[in-house]
């Protein structure tokens, strides 16, 4: 199982917002770098994420199947 977190940054170049305003309000260094890898990261984070960019967590994250799952 794996995210994406490509419509967050999508949204943040279309705004013209950077990761350094993630930080600037309440996003934690680590759960930036989380976020850039594609990495999980908790739902806590995702509630802070939606509140300062006034959006659904669909709007910044997408379940991204395994390969195996698809198999299935």
Do not use: W
Not at 23 to 40: C, D, F, M, P, Q
Not at 41 to 51: A, D, K
């Amino acid at each position: 199982m794996a995210v994406s977190y490509e419509k967050l940054f999508k949204m943040l170049e279309e705004k013209g917002l950077t990761k350094y305003y993630l930080r600037e309000n309440g996003i934690t260094h680590n759960v930036v770098n989380s976020l850039a890898k594609n990495k999980s990261v908790n739902v806590s984070s995702i509630m802070t994420l939606c509140e300062i960019l006034n959006c659904q967590p669909g709007d910044v994250m997408e379940y991204v199947p395994d390969e195996e799952d698809d198999e299935e």
